[in-house]
C-alpha cells in the first residue's frame, strides 16, 4: 500500500484522530466512497478508494479540491510564489485581492489556511474571508504531495453540493461517511446551543431521514457527531452506535486538554469490542 497522504488543509473537525485509534470500524469491503461534508478530506486520503464521489458546501474550497485535480503544478508554483513572499502586510493584500482565475484563488485559499489564526475558515456577510494572520509561518510543508493528492482526486467526482443531492446518490453496497458540522454542546440550562446559521436542527432531521433511506437502499454508513443525548435519541432505533473518547487539542497547555466523548454511528455492525 503506497504511503498515507496528509491531508493539505488543517480543518475543524478534521478526523486524523478517527484513523489513529477507530480505522477498524471502517467497512472493509465497498463500491463508490461518499464523502458529502469533505472538509479537509482526512478519511478520503486515508482510505484511497478506487471510485469516489467528494462534496461540500464551500465553494472556495471545492475550487481548491477541483484546481488540484486539473493542475496541481500551476497551483503549487503559484502557493511557492507566496511562502516566498510571505509577511503580515503580504497576508492581508492577498486576503483582499481579487483572484484572476481558479487556479489563483485555489492557491489563495491553501495560503491562507496554513497562515491564518487557528487555520479557521469564515467569511463575513459579503462572503469575504475575514480571519487575522495567525502565528504560522510555512506556506510549503516537507510532506506536501499535491503531485499524489491529484492522482487520487482523478479517481473522484467533486461536486459543491448540500448533502441530500449527494446522499441522494448512493446505492447498495456503497459507503458514507458522514462528519457534518457537530451540535455544540449545551448552554448552562441543559438546552442544546446548536450551531444555528452552519447547520441546524432541521438540517440534523434532514440527514437522519436522508440517512436512513440510504440504509434502506443498502449502502454501508458511518456518522460522526458529538456524544449528545439529542442525537442517540435521534439514531438510536435504526442504527448502531458506538462511544467513543479523544483527546481534545484547542487548549494551548496540554493539562487543560480535556477528553472529549464523541459518538460513532454505523448502519452495520461487524462485531466491534470495546477496547
Ligand atoms: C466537520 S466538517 C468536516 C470535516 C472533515 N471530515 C475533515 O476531516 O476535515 C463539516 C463540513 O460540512 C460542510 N457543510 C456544512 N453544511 C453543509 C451542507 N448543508 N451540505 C454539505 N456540506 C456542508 C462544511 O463546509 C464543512 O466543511
Known sequence: MPSEIIPFLKWAGGKRWLIKRYNHLFPKIFNTYYEPFLGSGAIYFYLNPTKAVLSDINEDLINTYKSIKSDWGKVYSILCKHHIKHDEKYYYLLRSAKCKNKFDSAARFIYLNRTCWNALYRVNKDGLFNVPIGSKDNVIFDHDNFLEISKQL????????????????????????????????????GFIKYNDLLFNWDDQLRLYNCLVNAKKRGVHILFTNTFHKSIRKLYEN?????????????????????????????SYNDGYQRS
Open 154 to 189: 482523478k479517481k473522484a467526482t467533486i461536486y459543491c453540493k448540500d448533502f441530500e443531492t449527494i446522499i441522494n446518490k448512493s446505492v447498495s453496497s456503497d459507503f458514507i461517511f458522514v462528519d457534518p458540522p457537530y451540535i455544540t454542546d449545551t448552554n448552562k440550562n
Open 238 to 266: 435504526e442504527f448502531y452506535i458506538v462511544p467513543v473518547k479523544r483527546q481534545g487539542i484547542l487548549a494551548s497547555k496540554s493539562e487543560n486538554r480535556k477528553e472529549i466523548k464523541e459518538l460513532i454511528i454505523r
